[in-house]
């Protein structure tokens, strides 16, 4: 079964300063992989997602991601956050199980609380 | 287009009764998933259901759950005789078909609060 670690829970930087989340996942298999945003006390919005092709993904409010196969990760980044962005961070990661039906599962790692201080 | 739909947002419910969470997903999607997020953690996978069908409930607990996806209404998440641990936030997605590259679209989530 695929798992997906987010190594860190919670992430304090100053607006303005870069910041990295970072992402691991367990799979062997061919993945598909995403990252989603959760503002307090609403669902989740799709920032970036990496199915194939170019390992550097750019998503929505100028984040990226790049899939590092070799290391299993899915690291994000923004070079430069608002307070805007204080919210919680989820990476997860879809797997097929069903060979007949194509049908992918997606798995969530636990979160990360990013926090942006004036 | 109205996007996920869930109802209640916010439910309280006293140890011993009976809670409904309601979804209904984008139009044009057949397919559900409902998630769980407990606090401080992040969504678990609890059941993926087709119209009429359950297709994947490996993520529901084996007592007091259960859930459906009526032909016609919404799917329904049914907790019976809920105890605390049961609080948590319910998050539905829906997809218009098996999730994978068709990103699931989530709905604002139903807070369930037990007593």
């Known amino acids: 079964a695929q798992s997906v670690t987010q190594l860190d829970s919670q992430v304090p930087v100053f607006e303005e300063a870069p910041v990295e989340l970072r992402c691991n996942y367990s799979s062997s298999v061919s993945v598909y992989l995403f990252w989603y945003v959760q503002y307090p006390n609403q669902g989740l919005q799709l920032l970036l997602k990496?199915?194939?092709?170019?390992?550097l993904v750019k998503g929505i409010n100028g984040f990226e991601a790049e899939f590092n196969k070799s290391q299993t990760s899915f690291h994000l980044r923004k070079p430069s956050v608002h307070i805007s962005d204080t919210a919680e961070y989820f990476c997860?990661?879809?797997?097929?199980?069903?060979?007949?039906?194509?049908?992918?599962?997606?798995?969530f790692g636990s979160g990360t609380r990013l926090q942006v201080q004036p | 287009n109205a996007g996920v739909m869930q109802n209640p947002r916010h439910l309280v419910r006293r140890r011993g009764q009976e809670a409904r969470l309601r979804c209904s997903p984008m139009?044009?999607?057949?397919?559900v998933y409902w998630y769980r997020q407990l606090p401080e953690e992040g969504l678990k996978f609890m059941v993926y259901?087709?119209?009429?069908?359950?297709?994947?409930e490996s993520g529901m607990p084996k007592e007091r759950f259960s859930a459906e996806f009526p032909k016609e209404g919404p799917s329904i998440l049914r907790i019976q005789q809920v105890v605390r641990g049961d609080s948590a936030a319910y998050f539905c997605a829906s997809s218009p078909i098996p999730s994978g590259a068709n990103v699931l679209t989530f709905g604002a989530g139903s807070r369930l609060t037990v007593l």
């Open positions: 997860a990661v879809s797997v097929r199980v069903a060979m007949d039906t194509g049908r992918r599962a997606l798995t």
């Open positions: 259901l087709q119209k009429e069908n359950i297709i994947d």
């Open positions: 139009k044009g999607h057949s397919h």
């Open positions: 990496y199915l194939s092709g170019s390992t």
